[in-house]
């Protein structure tokens, strides 16, 4: 079985967050749509030799990484799963650290960015994402006939999933840079058994 797993062409809230002026938004579950950047990044997925003979197509509900998926597949046998979305961050979803100045102590002494202990109130860490993805990939691995598979995520779910086919370790998950619409590709039959290259 071959799994490719992609990010989300680029977002209005990855083009803010580039802007210092603008203050970083929180992107979690907010629906933010593609730029026009992002859509252009998705179509040139469409030409890349990895995406033939796919199976099976499977995305996050969320508009950015749906939208990438239908404009790279040409596709309409595209399945929509709760379980790929971007971790939630509570009440910081969708919001600017402008917007939140009763919570700016709150996040200085959290690590929220990258944790699998620390939380926004509502919302999830990274073991939390870990556990609803992996349980996807597990049904996925045992159940499904395809063997070549197109998924397309976000950044900590990506991640997460990575150190799941890979059996990484959470420091190692921690450095992984998962670029926008950039394929990763994975082969093997069980978690924790998979090879590929993540870089």
Do not use: C
Not at 22 to 49: I, M, V
Not at 87 to 101: A, E, H, V, Y
Not at 132 to 150: C, H, M, Q, Y
Not at 182 to 197: A, E, K, T, V
């Amino acid at each position: 079985m071959e799994l490719i797993l992609i990010r989300h062409g680029e977002s209005l809230f990855n083009q803010a967050n580039r802007s210092a002026e603008t203050g970083r938004f929180f992107s979690g579950q907010s629906d933010t749509p593609l730029t026009e950047k992002g859509q252009q990044q998705a179509r040139e997925l469409k030409k890349l030799a990895i995406f033939s003979e796919v199976n099976q197509i499977y995305t996050s509900p969320l508009s950015r990484a749906y939208e990438t998926a239908r404009l790279a597949m040409g596709r309409q046998d595209i399945i929509l799963d709760e379980r790929l979305k971007e971790r939630s961050l509570g009440i910081l979803d969708g919001k600017n650290t402008k917007d939140l100045p009763q919570w700016q102590d709150f996040l200085q002494t959290q690590s929220l960015g990258h944790s699998f202990i620390d939380k926004p109130p509502g919302g999830e860490n990274y073991a939390d994402v870990e556990k609803r993805v992996g349980e996807f990939l597990r049904e996925l691995t045992k159940n499904s006939a395809a063997d070549k598979i197109a998924i397309f995520s976000h950044f900590v779910a990506i991640r997460l999933m990575i150190k799941l086919l890979l059996n990484l370790d959470e420091e190692q998950t921690l450095t992984l840079k998962i670029k926008n619409s950039h394929p990763l590709s994975f082969r093997g039959d069980s978690l924790g058994n998979f090879i590929g290259d993540f870089n």
